[in-house]
Antibody, heavy 120, light 107 residues
Framework: QVQLVQSGAEVEELGASVRISCKAS????????LHWVRQAPGQGLEWMGI????????TYARAWMGRVNMATDTATSTLYMELKSLRSEDTAVYYC?????????????WGQGTLVTVSS | DIVLTQSPGTLSLSPGERATLSCRAS???????LAWYQQKPGQAPRLLIL???SRATGIPDRFSGSGSGTDFTLTISRLEPEDFAVYYC????????FGQGTKVEIK
């Protein structure tokens, strides 16, 4: 079965960077786009960006352009997201998600979430 | 970007009642590229509906989606105790955006 297993919680200082991983299994990694979605405490869902594991092409949401970098390691079927210059408002749960089927933009598969806490 | 506005913010209902949740888009969502998710505290969201009206795998038939263009609706025909949660709509026609959510709480 499809699984997305994310790395553990992180505590980072203001201005630092954080890198989260998401290991995929149970399907052909190259065949489905992957996204990152975040959720601040008590808030709604925000789309951060998309990556095509086949080729590595990315598109980022305007809000994070210049601060976010997404990458994949096809040898280990792992997705990475790095967020730089952390601000207090970056404290959130970050989810990696996989499209329901090739070319769909809906998300049938979700990682368990990674809590990133930005402290001063 | 397409802005999605969900209403009401909170819906207070009793088990067995019908829930009707609205999602309005700032401009037309083509090809009905709209999804609905359910989220319970401490859990990742769960996909309920895709393509505006197709139930995802394993979703009970008390959940139904309808609508097109700029107006979409999620209906829960008879609320079960496990249905009390927050619901989000998402469009994936032009980039990707979510509504702000509707909380369905026990009256």
């Amino acid at each position: 079965q499809v699984q997305l297993v994310q790395s553990g919680a992180e505590v980072e200082e203001l201005g630092a960077s954080v890198r989260i991983s998401c290991k995929a299994s149970g399907y052909t990694f190259m065949n489905y786009f992957l996204h990152w979605v975040r959720q601040a405490p008590g808030q709604g869902l925000e789309w951060m960006g998309i990556i095509n594991p086949s080729g590595g092409g990315t598109t980022y949401a305007r809000a994070w352009m210049g601060r976010v970098n997404m990458a994949t390691d096809t040898a280990t079927s792992t997705l990475y997201m790095e967020l730089k210059s952390l601000r207090s408002e970056d404290t959130a749960v970050y989810y990696c998600v996989r499209e329901s089927y090739t070319g769909s933009g809906s998300y049938l598969f979700w990682g368990q979430g990674t809590l990133v806490t930005v402290s001063s | 970007d397409i802005v999605l506005t969900q209403s009401p913010g909170t819906l207070s209902l009793s088990p067995g009642e019908r829930a009707t949740l609205s999602c309005r888009a700032s401009r037309s969502v083509s090809s009905n590229k709209l999804a609905w998710y359910q989220q319970k505290p401490g859990q990742a969201p769960r996909l309920l509906i895709l393509g505006a009206s197709s139930r995802a795998t394993g979703i009970p038939d008390r959940f139904s989606g309808s609508g097109s263009g700029t107006d979409f609706t999620l209906t829960i025909s008879r609320l079960e105790p496990e249905d009390f949660a927050v619901y989000y709509c998402q469009q994936y026609d032009t980039s990707y955006t979510f509504g702000q959510g509707t909380k369905v709480e026990i009256k």
